[in-house]
């Protein structure tokens, strides 16, 4: 299964992205900041990221 990592930090948006991609039938994780992120991009094999420039912690273009 394909695996979609989503690093949003506004939750009605992630979690809407998240449920598309999950009802499509991808593996999703998400982050509601850059450093979540980076630290589950390490942890997984991730096929996808999705991932919003301004964020808390460790904004976009650092990630």
């Given at each position: 299964m394909k695996?979609?990592?989503i690093i949003?930090?506004?939750e009605i948006l992630r979690e809407t992205v998240a449920y598309y991609f999950s009802h499509e039938?991808?593996?999703v994780l998400t982050a509601?900041?850059?450093q979540?992120?980076?630290d589950l991009f390490a942890a997984?094999?991730?096929d996808l990221?999705?991932?919003d420039i301004m964020l808390p912690?460790?904004?976009g273009w650092s990630v």
């Open positions: 695996k979609v990592l949003e930090d506004e039938g991808y593996e509601e900041d850059g979540i992120g980076l997984h094999e991730i990221v999705i991932l912690a460790v904004d």
